[in-house]
């Protein structure tokens, strides 16, 4: 089981670039969470999604940004025509059933943007 | 303040002193979790404490929650140096949906 995989590691782009960011899940879990980590602070919860459904939205930057979890593949999370700001760690979390209790993080992905 | 405020934001101890760290909270909570973060690393699930527990154990990790208080603390025993890292409370808010809400991390060093 090689648990929740996160690729690429480190991700560089320059400004008005897009980002794919690609996360799967564990085996067996059908639950994929993205969270953003600002340099010196905590996670934030951006989305949650289920196979070919987001559930909750609630925390992702209303332009932009969008996450798909298709039927067969990783999740993706995409943002599009990207700015400094947007330089941090995205972390992906899945588990087996609905609900944080069950959550396995993957190691991240750093963008920078330059 | 926010939900899942760490306190202190920094820690510096010598190998083999006990680490405290404090976890305040603003709402009610299904259950409050801790996980440890190595410089530049993913997050590693420590220990979950549900809202009806007051003390858990795990190795030598020991957390406590105070629902009356809206807080937490995890104390880290006998520190080792591999014990540096990051440590941060989440927050299972109750009808918060399927998130967890973090705080900003104590930064633990531990000191040979």
């Known amino acids: 089981n090689a648990g929740v995989m996160q690729n690429p590691r480190h991700l560089v782009r320059r400004r008005g670039q897009e980002a794919r960011l690609r996360c799967s899940p564990m085996k067996g879990h059908s639950h994929v969470y993205w969270y953003r980590q600002l340099p010196e602070e905590g996670l934030k919860f951006m989305v949650y999604?289920?196979?070919?459904?987001?559930?909750?939205e609630s925390g992702m930057p209303k332009e932009r940004f969008s996450a798909e979890f298709p039927k067969e593949g990783p999740s993706i999370l995409r943002i599009q025509q990207v700015v400094r700001g947007d330089s941090a760690a995205y972390f992906c979390?899945?588990?087996?059933?609905?609900?944080?209790?069950?959550?396995?993080f993957g190691s991240g992905t750093r963008l920078t943007v330059v | 303040s926010q939900q899942g405020e760490e306190d202190p934001q920094a820690l510096s101890i010598q190998e083999g002193e006990n680490a405290t760290m404090n976890c305040s909270y603003k709402?009610?909570?299904?259950?409050l979790q801790w996980y440890r973060q190595n410089s530049g690393r993913g997050l590693v699930h420590l220990i979950l404490?549900?809202?009806?527990?007051r003390e858990k154990h795990s190795g030598r990790l020991r957390v406590t929650l105070d629902t009356s208080k809206k807080s937490s603390s995890l104390l880290i025993t006998a520190s080792r140096a591999a014990d540096t890292a990051s440590y941060f409370c989440?927050?299972?808010?109750?009808?918060?949906?399927?998130?967890?809400?973090f705080g900003t991390g104590t930064q633990l060093k531990v000191e040979l």
């Open positions: 989440a927050t299972d808010v109750t009808g918060g949906g399927n998130k967890l809400t």
């Open positions: 979390a899945s588990s087996p059933v609905t609900g944080p209790s069950g959550y396995t």
């Open positions: 404490i549900r809202s009806n527990e």
């Open positions: 999604l289920q196979k070919e459904n987001i559930i909750d």
């Open positions: 709402t009610s909570i299904n259950n």
